[in-house]
């Protein structure tokens, strides 16, 4: 008996983790795309370096909604939590990726880009359940 409980517990936890997996690969192309954009608009204007903060919090919360958007809408249910859990893993996956590349330390703005990326996250898995299917 307790050989078909591991098999329900495993079960549950892939219910959350591919879809959690699947928002984070979303926020990730979102990122890589906004800042590739962002890239090619700074190559071309002269944009003040006082800027760029500002801009990466807006890549960063943009990226959280569509992971959390696309990781509720995979789940069908508990829309903020995992908008939340997809957002704080892109922010982890972010930070990590900056630690690996600058060696500058963090400051303020690090707490300010979790909490925007958090409260987008929120939104946009919200946002993923509570949209209506369309009938056929």
């Known amino acids: 008996m307790s050989g078909n409980h591991n098999k329900a517990e495993l079960h549950g936890l892939q219910k959350y983790v591919h879809p959690l997996?699947?928002?984070?690969?979303a926020g990730c192309a979102v990122c890589v795309a906004l800042l590739l954009l962002l890239s090619a608009v700074i190559?071309?204007?002269?944009i003040p370096?006082?800027?760029?903060?500002p801009l990466m919090v807006v890549v960063g919360a943009l990226g959280a909604i569509a992971a959390g958007y696309l990781s509720a809408r995979l789940t069908k249910e508990r829309g903020m939590l995992m908008g939340l859990c997809a957002s704080f893993a892109l922010f982890l996956l972010l930070v990590l990726c900056?630690?690996?590349?600058?060696t500058c330390s963090f400051g303020t703005i690090l707490l300010v880009k979790l909490f925007a990326m958090l409260l987008a996250g929120a939104i946009g898995g919200i946002l993923g359940v509570n949209r209506k299917v369309r009938p056929r």
């Open 21 to 25: 997996l699947w928002g984070l690969g």
């Open 43 to 46: 190559a071309v204007r002269d």
């Open 49 to 53: 370096h006082i800027a760029f903060d």
């Open 98 to 102: 900056n630690l690996l590349i600058t």
